[in-house]
C-alpha cells in the first residue's frame, strides 16, 4: 500500500455522490437528574472520498457528533431530534439490528485510547479482523492475510507476527496502530477517526497520519476526523467544522479556515500555546538515574545504559517515539520495574529497586501522573474518595480533616468545592486531569513524573493544565520530569530536554541547546516531524524523505 499518495487539502480530492447527511442533530446528555442539549442542531454532510475535520475544546460536543453518525448515543446520551441519513438510509427510523449490520462493516470507529478498546485476553489478530470475519466480509483466513498486509502499511514492525501479540505486549503507538487496522480491514464507506494519533509520537504519527489519508483516498472512503490538534487536522481534512458548547461556530474548505477564519473564537483556536518558559539551570540534583538497563520478564533488553539528571526544582523533558523507554523509565524510578542493572539515587541516597521494598516516605515523595486519567481513577469512586484516600495513606487524615484538606486540594487546582462528590464520569477531560494532579499533590511530594499528561486534551485545555503545573511547581518547589512527545509542550513547560530512542539516551541537555541547530540526526528527525499548520507540510515532508532514502523510523 503506497503511503506516499498525493491527496491535496481543502478541495483537492476527487469527491464522489453524497454518503452521509445529517440535519439539525440535537443530542441530550442526563446529569444531576435531568437531561441537558450537548449537541445543539448541528448539519452534516459528507461525500464519498471526502474528509470533514471536526475541532473544538473539551466538551464542545466532537465525539458525541461522530457517534451519532453512526446512530449511536453513547451511554448517557441520547439523539432527541434530527435526522441521520447514511447512503440513502435514515439511521434514525432503521431498527437497532439494521445500525448493528452497519457498524463495523459499512461504518467503522477509531477511538482514541487503543489501550481502553482492545480485549487484553485476546491477541491483536483476533479482534482486529472479529469484526470482518462476523459480517461476512471475508473469510478468516484471508481477513488475517489482510490484516497483515494493513499492518506492514501502517508500519508496525515484524506485521507477519506482530499479530499475534496480546495488547499488553505492544507499544501504546502500535496499539493504537493496530486499531486503526482494525477499522480500515472491512474497507468500510465511512470511518470515524476519534483523535486516533493522539497518543503517537511525532515520527509514528507522520506514517499513520500518510496511510490513513491513503486508504481514504485509494478505497473512495468518507471519514470524520476528530481532533484537537489544528496541524493535523490541516494535513488530512478537506474542510473543517468549528464546534463550541454543541453549536457550529463556523465551517469551511481547509485552506480557506486557516487562511482566513471568520469568527473570533476560531481565530483563539489558532492562536492557542503561546506559551514558552524561560529555562534555568540548577546544580543541585534531586533524582539520578545511573547506567540502568531494564527488560521485561528477563527476556528483550528494552533500557540501555540510562543515565538521566533531574536538578531540583526544574523541569526534564524526555521525549522520543514510541518505544523508546520513555515510560519504561519511569516505571524503573518508581519501582514498579526493578532495573538489571544501574541505580536510581533520590536527594543522593540509592532508593531500593522494587517498589515493595521502599519505605512509605519514599514512596511517598515519588508520586506520578499518567496520560489516561480516564483509565487511572476508579469510575466508582468520588473525588473526595480519590484525593482523599492518599492523604489518609500518607497523612493520617480522615473525617473532617481529610475533607478540609480535599477542598484546599480542589483549590489548588482551580476547581471548586462543589466538584467533591462528583465520580469521573461527570467531569470534563481537564477537569479528570486536575483531579488526578491533585492526588499526586495529596501525598505532598518533591518529584513527580509526569507521563504524557497533556496528550489527550485539546490545545486550550492543555495550556491551562501547563499553566496549573508551572504556578504549582513555583509555589510547591516541585520537581518534574516531563515524558511527552509534544515538542510544543516541551517548548513551553521544560528546563532541560532528554532525548530517548531504542532504550538510550542519545542526549541530554539544556532546552536551547537541544532545540537549536546543530541537531544530532535523530533530534532532527523529531524535529521534523512536527506537523505545521500548512496543508501542503505532510506532502512536502513525505516528498522530502523519498528523495533522501525514505522515513526515518525505529519501527516501534
Given at each position: ?58 466538551g464542545a460536543g466532537k465525539s458525541t457528533l461522530g457517534l451519532a453518525a453512526m446512530g449511536f448515543a453513547k451511554p448517557g446520551c441520547r439523539i432527541s ?97 493496530a486499531m486503526t487496522a482494525m477499522a480500515m480491514s472491512s474497507r468500510p464507506d465511512l470511518i470515524i477517526f476519534d483523535e486516533p494519533t493522539t497518543a ?339 506532502d512536502n515532508l513525505l516528498d522530502k524523505r523519498e528523495k533522501e532514502g525514505g522515513m526515518t523510523s525505529s519501527g516501534n
Open positions: 500500500m503506497n503511503t506516499n499518495s498525493k491527496p491535496r487539502n481543502g478541495g483537492g480530492r476527487t469527491k464522489g455522490e453524497l454518503l452521509l447527511e445529517m440535519r439539525d442533530i440535537c443530542i441530550d446528555g442526563f446529569s444531576d437528574d435531568q437531561w441537558h442539549e450537548i449537541v445543539k442542531g448541528v448539519d452534516v454532510t459528507l461525500h464519498r472520498g471526502e474528509i470533514l475535520g471536526v475541532i473544538g475544546e473539551s431530534s434530527g435526522t441521520v441519513v447514511f447512503d440513502g438510509m435514515d439511521l434514525m427510523a432503521a431498527s437497532e439490528a439494521e445500525r448493528r449490520k452497519l457498524r463495523g462493516s459499512r461504518i467503522a470507529y477509531v477511538a482514541q485510547s487503543a489501550a481502553a478498546s482492545f480485549n487484553p485476553a485476546h491477541q491483536l489478530i483476533n479482534q482486529v479482523t472479529e469484526a470482518t470475519v462476523r459480517h461476512g466480509i471475508r473469510p478468516r483466513e484471508d481477513a488475517e492475510q489482510d490484516a497483515k498486509e494493513l499492518f506492514a502499511a501502517l508500519q508496525l514492525p515484524d506485521p507477519e507476527n506482530i499479530g499475534y501479540r496480546f495488547p499488553h505486549q505492544v507499544s501504546g503507538g502500535q496499539l493504537q496502530r503517537l509520537d511525532v515520527t509514528t504519527q507522520v506514517e499513520v497520519l500518510a496511510a490513513m489519508r491513503d486508504i481514504v483516498d485509494q478505497f473512495h472512503t468518507a471519514a470524520i476526523y476528530i481532533t484537537h490538534d489544528l496541524a493535523v487536522v490541516a494535513q488530512m481534512a478537506d474542510k473543517i467544522k468549528v464546534l463550541r458548547y454543541g453549536n457550529t461556530v463556523e465551517e469551511a474548505d481547509t485552506r480557506v479556515m486557516l487562511k482566513e477564519p471568520k469568527e473570533t473564537y476560531t481565530k483563539t483556536l489558532w492562536a492557542v500555546r503561546s506559551l514558552y518558559k524561560e529555562e534555568d539551570s540548577s546544580e543541585d540534583i534531586i533524582l539520578r538515574v545511573h547506567d540502568v538497563d531494564a527488560s521485561y520478564g528477563g527476556v528483550v533488553k528494552v533500557l540501555e545504559n540510562v543515565t538521566i539528571q533531574v536538578p531540583r526544582g526544574r523541569t526534564v523533558a524526555v521525549v522520543g517515539e514510541s518505544g523508546s523507554g520513555k515510560s519504561t523509565t519511569a516505571r524503573v524510578i518508581t519501582g514498579l520495574l526493578p532495573p538489571m542493572k544501574g541505580e536510581v539515587y533520590f536527594n543522593g541516597e540509592p532508593l531500593p529497586k522494587a517498589l515493595k521494598d521502599r519505605s512509605k516516605t519514599q514512596l511517598q515523595k515519588i508520586q506520578m501522573i499518567y496520560q489516561m486519567a480516564d483509565t487511572a481513577m476508579n469510575p466508582r469512586h468520588t473525588v473526595r474518595d480519590i484525593i482523599g484516600r492518599p492523604l489518609e495513606f500518607y497523612l493520617g487524615l480522615s473525617g473532617a480533616a481529610r475533607d478540609r484538606k480535599v477542598v484546599e486540594l480542589l483549590d489548588m487546582i482551580e476547581l471548586t468545592e462543589e466538584f467533591i462528590d462528583r465520580l469521573p464520569n461527570e467531569l470534563s477531560g481537564g477537569q479528570k486531569q486536575r483531579i488526578c494532579i491533585a492526588r499526586a499533590l495529596a501525598a505532598e511530594p518533591e518529584f513527580i513524573i509526569c507521563d504524557e499528561v497533556t496528550s489527550a486534551l485539546d490545545q486550550i485545555v492543555q495550556e491551562g493544565i501547563l499553566k496549573l503545573l508551572l504556578r504549582l511547581q513555583k509555589e510547591l518547589n516541585l520537581t518534574y520530569l516531563f515524558i511527552t512527545h509534544d515538542i510544543a509542550t516541551v517548548e513551553a513547560i521544560s528546563d532541560e530536554i532528554v532525548v530517548m530512542f531504542q532504550g538510550g539516551v542519545i542526549e541530554q541537555g539544556m532546552k536551547s541547546d537541544i532545540l537549536h541547530p546543530p541537531f544530532e540526526p535523530y533530534t532532527n528527525l523529531l524535529l521534523s516531524s512536527v506537523p505545521q499548520m500548512d496543508p501542503d507540510w505532510l
